[in-house]
């Protein structure tokens, strides 16, 4: 079941109680969204792998798409605090962190992607002679819009049933827009959020 909700600095609306808000609040304030499988038993897991000192970090401006991995040691605490908090509260919801070469039962990806766009339009000037035979443009000016916006991601992988060799998607939150983000307990509030609404994710 997929749920979705818009946190704002001093308060949280549940979504079912108040009006769906408009694309203005959906720029300045974090939604978080999350979704999960509908066959996945999630008492069945115990184990989980996260690398603690980084995140992926996509592009849209690059023109190759390629993910680059973000250090904590570039971000100063921004990649340490996501990766512990997710660690800490599926800790707290009954699994166990692992190495890789453990076999956990889950593997948690976090990433973030931020879509950056710069666009131009042109505006010419007219002068009308009247007499309703329109105008005729001399000049005109160039206008730049700018819009920038990144929304960090956390999926959970079942690595322990393996569907055609490869890894099921089982859970994952959708946190946006942290590039317009007005305070850090606002995104602490999001991430505590998405677990929040997911009480189905524990051992």
């Known amino acids: 079941m997929k749920k979705l909700f818009l946190i704002v600095a001093g308060a949280l609306f549940l979504w079912g109680c108040q009006p769906q808000p408009g694309a203005g609040d959906l720029l300045k304030n974090l939604v978080v969204f999350t ?68 076999s956990p039962d889950l593997k948690i990806y976090i990433y973030e992607v931020e879509n950056y766009s710069v666009s131009y339009s042109y505006y010419p000037y007219s002068y009308g002679y009247g007499y309703g035979y329109g105008g005729y443009g001399y000049g005109g000016y160039t206008s730049a819009s700018v819009s920038d916006q990144a929304d960090l991601y956390v999926q959970i992988l079942d690595v322990k049933n393996l569907t055609g060799g490869k890894p099921t998607l089982i859970w994952y939150c959708d946190i946006g827009d942290i590039v317009s983000l007005n305070s850090a307990n606002t995104f602490i509030r999001a991430l505590g959020q998405a677990f929040k609404q997911s009480p189905y994710l524990k051992k």
């Open 35 to 102: 979704d999960k499988s509908n066959t996945a038993d999630y008492t069945k897991y115990s184990t989980f792998y996260l690398r603690l000192d980084t995140m992926n970090y996509y592009n849209s401006s690059d023109p190759n798409l390629a993910d680059t991995l973000w250090l904590s040691s570039q971000s100063g605490d921004f990649v340490d605090y996501v990766t512990r908090t997710v660690s800490d509260s599926l800790q707290a919801r009954g699994y166990s962190p692992v190495n890789r070469k453990s």
